[in-house]
């Protein structure tokens, strides 16, 4: 142990301080300075934004603002299994005080091959959706199922299937669903061998916004993301937060993950929120993970660690209005020159 001695107390009093403080004062810009803050507190395991009931000082309204929780999990094909983690991880999250709480893509399952998927598939009168709007109902909060693998009314005559975002309210109603409109089908030479229309169908539309607790919300789904018109056009509707729940491989999630969120985010100046899978599915897949919080300013605000968890961000939808009146994109948008995004039917 060290003796400082009193000629040593002013320095001892410099290295205690803490190192965010020098931070916060040269470095960070003004939407990190709250999160930091936020993240210090919470346990090492994993990155948070922020315990139930948090007020950010630093807008001076002393507001109390939603808190949202995002999942990462990794899906097996032992369906019971899966259930099980996911239902865990939700109930931490109402515990905590989220509002709405956000499951990536294949939350369900993932299938180790094509008959298997298949054979795992749901209609949306099924078991498992019954499960989770019970669920949602028990911890009064919102569920965003990133990706269903359901069996669609034309499932007797195609075999096919659909990649579904639904979204439930606290009364565990089903207030939207999402058939993905961009299948993944990837070729990257040796390395990922992808083909999503071999068994799944297209969706045929957009969803407009659904008004949430949290905010307006626009509902995708992992390659989706790789499209901005999407995005723009959810925008344009009105969306606040935008939601890209993913499993995306190590190989391409390395190189793009979050470049193309926070893209999203700064191009809509929206929160854009990912759920993500991570860590090994089956013998012949692993899920590169880093579910994440984006701001509108394209700051991650909050991502989890190796393994399944948990991270969280309250959601300040004056900041997000304040952006957008700062830099305001979409009144400076030249159709005339290149089109306008199709608006949403």
């Known amino acids: 142990m060290y003796a400082w001695g009193e000629e040593g107390e002013g320095l001892r009093r410099a290295v205690q301080k803490p190192l965010q403080t020098y931070l916060e004062s040269f470095f960070l810009p003004r939407p990190w300075k709250q999160y930091w803050q936020i993240k210090s507190q919470t346990p090492a395991h994993r990155l948070s934004a922020a315990p139930?009931?948090?007020?950010?000082?630093?807008?001076?309204?002393?507001?109390?603002?939603?808190?949202?929780?995002?999942?990462q999990v990794t899906s097996i094909p032992n369906k019971d299994h899966n259930q099980e983690c996911c239902s865990r991880l939700i109930r931490e999250a109402a515990q905590r005080g989220a509002c709405v709480v956000f499951l990536p893509e294949a939350f369900d399952f993932i299938g180790s091959n094509t008959e298997e998927t298949l054979s795992l598939a749901e209609?949306?009168?099924?078991?498992?959706?019954?499960?989770?709007?019970?669920?949602?109902?028990?911890?009064?909060?919102?569920?965003?199922?990133?990706?269903?693998?359901?069996?669609?009314s034309d499932w007797e005559s195609t075999h096919r299937i659909y990649n579904c975002h639904l979204l439930l309210d606290t009364k565990g109603t089903l207030v939207a669903a999402y058939r993905k409109t961009?299948?993944?089908?990837?070729?990257?030479?040796?390395?990922?061998?992808?083909?999503?229309?071999?068994?799944?169908?297209?969706?045929?539309?957009?969803?407009?916004?659904?008004?949430?607790?949290?905010?307006?919300?626009?509902?995708?789904?992992?390659?989706?993301?790789?499209?901005?018109?999407?995005?723009?056009?959810?925008?344009?509707?009105?969306?606040?937060?935008?939601?890209?729940?993913?499993?995306?491989?190590?190989?391409?999630?390395?190189?793009?993950?979050?470049?193309?969120?926070?893209?999203?985010?700064?191009?809509?100046?929206?929160?854009?929120?990912?759920?993500?899978?991570?860590g090994k599915n089956h013998e012949r897949r692993t899920s590169y993970g880093h579910a994440m919080?984006?701001?509108?300013?394209?700051?991650?605000?909050?991502?989890?660690?190796?393994?399944?968890?948990?991270?969280?961000?309250?959601?300040?939808?004056?900041?997000?209005?304040?952006?957008?009146?700062?830099?305001?994109?979409?009144?400076?948008?030249?159709?005339?020159?290149?089109?306008?995004?199709?608006?949403?039917?």
């Open 52 to 71: 139930c009931g948090f007020r950010v000082m630093s807008t001076g309204t002393g507001t109390l603002k939603p808190l949202i929780a995002v999942c």
């Open 123 to 152: 209609p949306l009168e099924g078991d498992l959706i019954r499960y989770y709007a019970s669920l949602a109902r028990e911890c009064g909060v919102w569920l965003s199922l990133g990706g269903f693998h359901e069996r669609g």
């Open 182 to 278: 961009h299948l993944c089908d990837v070729e990257l030479e040796g390395r990922v061998s992808m083909k999503e229309s071999a068994f799944t169908n297209p969706g045929l539309e957009i969803v407009s916004p659904i008004s949430t607790p949290a905010g307006k919300v626009g509902l995708a789904i992992c390659y989706d993301l790789r499209f901005p018109e999407m995005s723009l056009a959810l925008a344009q509707k009105g969306a606040e937060i935008l939601t890209y729940p993913s499993a995306f491989t190590v190989t391409t999630g390395s190189a793009h993950w979050e470049v193309l969120l926070r893209a999203r985010a700064i191009e809509t100046q929206c929160y854009v929120v990912a759920a993500a899978q991570t």
């Open 293 to 345: 919080i984006v701001d509108p300013w394209g700051s991650v605000i909050a991502q989890c660690q190796e393994g399944p968890g948990l991270c969280y961000a309250e959601i300040d939808l004056a900041y997000l209005h304040h952006i957008r009146q700062e830099i305001p994109v979409f009144q400076h948008r030249r159709p005339d020159l290149y089109g306008r995004v199709a608006p949403l039917s």
